[in-house]
């Protein structure tokens, strides 16, 4: 993922270029370790996605409407939140 670095090039372009590099790896180790993560534990990854999707239907769906729903919905959203990052500990 090393970008070849041109003799040229001024020090801020070096410095974006260095960052873009990092940047691009740590993208890459984090993805390696979410399918990894997901290679291993099939079932939490299902609940979590399920979770992250009720979540968000639950966020959607209150912005467009506001009802008793609305009471609901937050508490449900922080408790499948604190779920999903529980399995990500």
Not at 23 to 29: L, N
């Amino acid at each position: 993922m090393d970008v070849e670095h041109n003799e040229n090039e001024t020090p801020k372009q070096e410095t974006v270029n260095e960052v873009y590099d990092k940047t691009a790896q740590a993208v890459s180790e984090t993805y390696a370790q979410a399918k990894s993560f997901s290679s291993e534990n099939p079932g939490k990854t299902i609940l979590i996605s399920l979770g992250i999707g009720a979540g968000l239907g639950f966020l959607f769906g209150v912005s467009s409407r506001r009802s008793r729903i609305g009471r609901f919905a937050q508490p449900v959203v922080n408790a499948l939140s604190d779920i999903a990052l529980a399995f990500f500990r």
